[in-house]
């Protein structure tokens, strides 16, 4: 069991979604930041979709009552065991009794904590992770509260010597304040006008105070729509549709005034057109950018997408190798 | 010797120095205050931070106003202490 | 590089990202059109394709969710062109169905509380969502507005924005098509089980929250249920599924408490019918084919 002694800003358990019911309504959830969490599970030595805490800007305080492996990745934090500093993107040991905290970050948004055999909550359709809009999965289907007390799952790793392994820098994520996020065109894009399908890759765009979640809320231009005689059933502003499926990572712009990025809690469909998608390798890296920071989409073929998302694969895979190697 | 800390924003966000409108604020400038007082709230997404002072001592000043929007790490208020 | 791929029924074909096929069947909200994704998108459910992990479908559109470490989605556009190729032979238009009641309490007190409370965000301030809805539609009165509403079936036509929730077109010959604008500006509030009314759309909300559509009453039975899972709760915690048809039949106070307190208890038994729905007998007799549906139910 781990205690809640302050649940930080908006920490909620996740794990690597839930699959099957997008067709019925229900987004798929899961860590935002997969990447970070996948490797944060790997380095305790957990199954894949083992369930893992994820915080937003502000952590936890933890109390643990029994010995286990922590590894916490992600956005860039202050973290302590019973006040004295631990290193992220490492294994750590922990013992009953002993008390995990965040502190500040100064990059990033999100951390993810991986404990050994993973958080124990009830999965609910196939997964663990929290889904607040429905008040689905996780703890109550909520973010964590004070006195929360989590179940750990009974750790299946044999090898005890995990501690000695830190993480490579090359294998670690470095949030910064502008990144290039690279997207598919595709789906209503071609309901863009030319100028507006230029200025979308052009013009740099501003990740606003309004990014959660559910939605990632970019500023910057102003974008057109082709003029067209609106299809019925469609709504009478440009940017609508006869209500369509939204793809998680696809960007959206109401009225062209500000561009949305959907995120993994979000809606599965409305009557915005859809204009691209971020490919999923970056929607990790855009999951750890907050206000005021900047983005530049560079459009990409969905073969160079397919592309880095098996180099992501490789480069977790040959983490699970390094450890093999060291321990 | 006095020492100033200084207290920043946890994340971008919106500064508040009441619970709740019309309430009292949380903290006055040159109040004397203990570790873990609730000093401004943060708001991002409508979710709360209570902004809690890690020293005791007294408030020097607040360095952002009352609904301002601050950036994370901007210098939020300054306390002085004893050491 | 192309983005778009063309079928040979004219559907239309992108990516959505690594993980995501949208294929767009229409452009105009269009009966024929939504059963034909209904077809579709049950022939890809049919075909069982490894690495497809959802299956979407919308109103005139559908999407594929699949998991590109198993199955690289650039293979699927074969298939889905084989299956759209064998579909536009398929003149025959129909689907299985459902037939489902749906009790519904017009001019309910908490619906009216919330309307009442939100008046400055819609286009008649000084009238009610349902006398506003008559008025616009050519009724003298809110009575006959709700008959014509609640007297021919619904089918829906887009299950998803959040679950539970299905967008429900009416199935009456296109001059009796009912129709409303929602709200100038979206309600941050809506009872839970509320009957809305939007574009030429109806849906019950599944759970309490915002929204947009015009507010005529409220269901006494739940589309959404997670603490209890009675009835047809027992295998999914959504009710609605794409080219469900609904009656949605009008009851007083004292059937609505009634069947709150079976609902509590878990007792309430909705009335569910298995049907077949055929466009070209709905076309030929948009008035008299809808009757005959409703004699599945039990």
Request: with cysteine.
């Amino acid at each position: 069991m781990i205690t809640v002694i302050q649940p930080g800003l908006y920490t909620t358990v996740q794990d690597r979604g839930r699959f099957g019911f997008y067709g019925v309504g229900f987004p798929p959830s899961g860590s935002m930041d997969l990447y970070s969490s996948a490797v944060a599970n790997i380095l305790v030595g957990n199954p894949a979709n083992a369930a893992v805490l994820e915080t937003t800007f502000v952590g936890p305080t933890l109390e643990f009552e029994r010995n286990g492996r922590i590894a916490v990745t992600g956005a860039t934090a202050d973290i302590t065991i019973d006040g004295v500093s631990i290193q992220p993107w490492t294994i750590v040991e922990i013992k009953k009794g002993q008390v995990l905290a965040f502190g500040g970050i100064s990059a990033g948004v999100r951390n993810y904590l991986a404990i050994s055999g993973g958080i124990g909550v009830q999965p609910v359709m196939g997964s663990r992770s929290t889904y607040v809009a429905s008040n689905l999965g996780g703890v109550e289907g909520r973010a964590l509260l004070p006195g929360d007390r989590l179940e750990v799952l009974a750790d299946s790793e044999s090898r005890t010597n995990r501690n000695r392994f830190e993480i490579p820098e090359y294998l670690r994520v470095s949030p910064m304040p502008h990144h290039v996020i690279r997207i598919v065109p595709g789906l209503c894009n071609y309901l863009l006008d030319p100028q507006s399908q230029q200025l979308l890759t052009a013009e740099t765009f501003t990740v606003s105070t309004e990014a959660n979640r559910t939605g990632y809320r970019l500023t910057g231009h102003q974008l057109s729509f082709i003029e067209r005689e609106q299809p019925f059933g469609a709504g009478s502003d440009p940017s609508n549709v006869v209500n369509l499926g939204y793809p998680v990572g696809s960007l959206q712009a109401p009225s062209g005034t500000e561009l949305i990025c959907l995120m993994r809690d979000a809606v599965t469909g409305g009557g915005y057109a859809t204009l691209a998608t971020v490919i999923s390798v970056d929607l990790d890296i855009l999951a750890q950018m907050k206000f005021p920071e900047t983005v530049l989409f560079e459009t990409i073929s969905m073969e160079a997408a397919l592309q880095l998302r098996a180099e992501r694969g490789k480069r977790l895979q040959s983490l699970v190798e390094l450890i093999d190697a060291v321990t | 010797m006095p020492e100033i800390h200084e207290i920043a924003a946890p994340f971008p966000g919106v500064f508040y120095r009441r619970a709740a409108p019309g309430s009292a604020p949380l903290a006055e400038p040159e109040q004397v205050i203990a570790v873990g007082h609730v000093i401004a709230l943060v708001e991002v997404m409508k979710m709360f931070h209570e902004v809690q002072s890690a020293v005791a001592g007294r408030i020097t000043e607040f360095c952002a106003e009352d609904g301002d929007a601050v950036a994370m790490g901007q210098i939020i208020a300054k306390i002085e202490s004893q050491s | 590089m192309n983005t778009y791929t063309e079928f040979v029924d004219g559907a239309q074909a992108s990516f959505g990202g690594d993980e995501f096929i949208f294929v767009e069947v229409a452009t105009d909200m269009d009966l024929e059109a939504t059963l034909r994704v209904i077809a579709l998108t049950d022939s890809v459910a049919a075909a069982e394709i490894s690495g497809v992990t959802d299956i979407c479908p919308a109103h005139v559109s559908y999407m594929l969710r699949v998991d590109p470490d198993i199955r690289d989605p650039r293979d699927l556009l074969p298939i889905l062109a084989e299956i759209h190729k064998q579909k536009a032979k398929d003149s025959k238009l129909t689907i299985g169905s459902r037939i489902i009641e749906m009790p519904i309490l017009y001019q309910d007190p908490w619906s009216h509380e919330v309307l009442m409370r939100f008046r400055d965000r819609h286009q008649d301030p000084t009238s009610t969502d349902l006398d506003y809805c008559s008025r616009i539609n050519g009724f003298s009165s809110a009575p006959e507005f709700i008959h014509a509403h609640s007297s021919r079936l619904h089918i829906a036509t887009f299950v998803g924005f959040m679950p539970g929730n299905a967008e429900c077109y009416q199935l009456v010959p296109s001059e009796m098509q009912l129709q409303a604008p929602k709200y100038v500006r979206p309600r941050t509030d809506t009872p839970d089980r509320a009957l809305g009314f939007g574009g030429a759309f109806s849906t019950i909300y599944p759970v309490q929250g915002a929204g947009g559509f015009q507010l005529l009453g409220r269901c006494a039975a739940p589309v959404y249920e997670t603490k209890k899972p009675f009835g047809p709760f027992e295998h999914s915690t959504v009710l609605p599924k794409g080219g469900d048809i609904f009656q949605y039949r009008s009851i007083e106070m004292a059937e609505y408490e009634d069947i709150r307190s079976r609902v509590e208890a878990g007792t309430y038994q909705y009335r569910i019918g298995i049907l077949e729905f055929d466009l070209s007998q709905f076309r030929e007799d948009p008035t008299g084919y809808p009757l005959t549906l409703v004699e599945a139910l039990p």
